[in-house]
């Protein structure tokens, strides 16, 4: 879906009104080149009776979420608790999963789907701490769609009874439209970001359910005040839950550690 | 910028609807965006218009409807309209407990031209 994502690459494109605006290109006689464009009132020869209405009325994202749907059913049936985990770069997902791999790998199967626009740090970092993992390189893609982790699922083995956790490309905008097909959503903030996240970007905070706020160790140093972010975020997302965690020094991780567990419990009901 | 990976889906449905109903072009597309959707509706404009050059919607007018959100205010229950997701109610400034509608995002009709 997202190889014509054209964000910052607007080379191959041509620019398109959709009005009736035509583009000239002139060459004047002391050799200069120049294009405008202007618009012009027509009057159409043609008949409109050969126009008709189509009555359309599909979800632009339906493709999206019924891959989604796939995908969720594929997690039930084979009883995998799948967590989303979003976020603006650099809050610390990806050392949160290094932790909890170390932490759960002993007792639970854990496989990590890593979203970013380039390279395969982040796949290597969670091979490295125990998990295995695929990467997905969006390009210039700005967030994981459903039909990226259906093919990712396809090349993991995911075995029954495990967890898998999806590390989506780094971004607080784009990942909230589009479902995965996950359990749960967690979005993740570190306390060197602003108290008013929550009301920047309402539509990610709306969509998760469980928030943690990373790097705790770092709160004496900077004016983030958890209370106060919170109380933002419940203005967005009254059932949003919290966890502070460090996952540097370790402090609170166990928290987490516990609403996985308690997740993968709740996901084996279905 | 999902904008442009969303105007490819619209593309995608424009594509097989013309196909069904066997049209010749289309002359317009109408699309409803609810103002909560998280959809930049000038963004999204602008990478359809970028993405249809050479396909069935060339020369088609993008019809943008706006779809306002209706909060339900946790403090009176009044309704109120929404613009964006962190208006509150202009009664008592209160955040909504629930919102109905706004998140709209779909192609609602095409108006095709045929042989």
New interface residues.
Partial sequence: MCETCGCGKPEGFTIHEPKHTHEHEHTHEDGHTHTHAHEHEHDHAHEHSHEKVINVNIDILSQNNLTAQMNRRFFEGRKVLCLNMVSSPGSGKTTILEKTISHLISSRKLYVIEGDQQTLIDSERIEKAGAPAIQINTGSGCHLDAHMIESAIKKLNIEPNSILFIENVGNLVCPAMFDLGEYKRVIVISVTEGEDKPLKYPNMFESSHLCIINKSDLLPYVDFRPEEFMKNAALINLHLEFITVSAKTGEGMSLWYDWILEQFDHSQDH | ??E???A???L??ARQ?AEK?K?LAV?EIT?EVGN????EPDAF?S???????GSI??N???NILRIKGKGICVTCGKEFEMDR??DTCPICNS?P?EIKGGNE???????????
Avoid: P, Q, T, Y
Wanted: glycine share 4%; hydrophobic share 50%; charged share 25%.
């Fill in positions: 910028m999902h442009f990976s969303l490819e889906e619209v995608k449905i609807e109903n049209a002359s699309i909560m959707s998280g959809i404009k990478a359809l218009g970028l993405l249809s050059d919607l060339e088609a007018c993008i997701r962190v955040f407990s995002f779909r192609v609602v009709s095409l108006i095709i031209e045929e042989e």
